[in-house]
């Protein structure tokens, strides 16, 4: 695989060229960035149009979980989205935040900048900023955030164990993160490995799910748990580009890709609720603008 530098450079052209790509065209596509499958497949198989603060003009299809769903974001909290794209966990985000909050939204393609800026604007959101950078070096002071969210981002940067030690720098002591990734068990075949487009499609950049945690647990964070875990299957007629009929039986047999939303905290003293003990299921009514009586969700 091309080194670090070289692999950025081809994540950003293919994530400029989707910025300008129509949504049912990313909808067809694996992950929305790579080649288009004639089972038109997406793996962001999460509903998103349910969610308080969803912008369609913002859903590009790019996402493999729903982490703004499980971040259990307060009302003036101040959020990151890392990889922000055309704004939509960002949308989301402000929703839950309100208008006493704040979010920020981080990415390195300036085309997606634009996008989303253009999106808050036509929403008239003025505490909803978008800043163009790298998320292995953030340009955000040290500990501003209540809540760090991302959605399949982190699987596309070369040095995750960087990137998790950005998100405890800039997350208050109080702070937590709600992440949406993919991960692997097993062993990725090299001919995927090695290509640029499964790359920047979100499967070739993934690690192995043990490794993923422990550079969780190694930066620091507490309280660290997956709230959900998905298995990611990828279309026979994308593995047929790569591999033999033989090895894609194999890859079928031994080979597991997921989507996990994980949740951690940097000081492992939250005062607001134990949120890592929640579930999915803790989380059906969250986006939800009203609650029974005696619920206790308000």
Do not use: W
Not at 32 to 39: F, I, P, R, Y
Not at 255 to 261: N, Q
């Amino acid at each position: 695989m091309k080194n670090s530098e070289e692999i950025k450079n081809i994540v950003k052209k293919k994530y400029s060229e989707i910025a300008d790509t129509e949504q049912e065209l990313n909808a067809a596509s694996c992950c929305g960035a790579t080649d288009v499958s004639k089972e038109v497949y997406n793996i962001m198989t999460d509903d998103y149009t349910e969610v308080g603060g969803y912008n369609q003009d913002a859903d590009l299809g790019l996402g493999c979980g729903l982490p703004t769903k499980f971040a259990m974001i307060q009302k003036g909290d101040t959020v990151i989205d890392l990889g922000s794209g055309a704004g939509n966990d960002c949308f989301v985000a402000r929703h839950e935040t309100g208008e006493m909050g704040k979010v920020i939204g981080i990415d390195f393609t300036e085309k997606m900048i634009a996008k989303a800026r253009m999106n808050a604007e036509k929403l008239n959101f003025n505490n909803v900023e978008f800043r163009q950078g790298d998320i292995e070096d953030m340009p955000v002071s040290d500990s501003v955030a209540d809540v760090i969210v991302s959605n399949c981002v982190l699987n596309l940067v070369p040095d995750k164990e960087k990137v998790f030690k950005e998100i405890f720098r800039v997350l208050k002591d109080t702070g937590h993160f709600s992440i949406s990734d993919i991960v692997l068990e097993g062993d990725l075949p090299d001919e995927l490995k090695q290509d640029a487009e499964m790359y920047a499609g979100c499967v070739s950049g993934a690690i192995n799910k043990d490794d993923y945690m422990g550079f969780i647990e190694k930066t620091g964070f507490k309280n660290i748990k997956i709230q959900k875990q998905k298995p990611i299957n990828i279309p026979k007629d994308i593995l047929e580009k790569y591999l033999s009929v033989e090895n894609i039986e194999t890859f079928n047999k031994s080979m597991g890709i997921y989507s996990i939303t994980v949740y951690g905290e940097k000081g492992g003293n939250k005062t607001k609720r134990n949120l890592a003990d929640l579930t999915v299921e803790d989380f059906s009514e969250k986006n939800s603008d009203c609650c029974e009586p005696g619920s206790a969700c308000c």
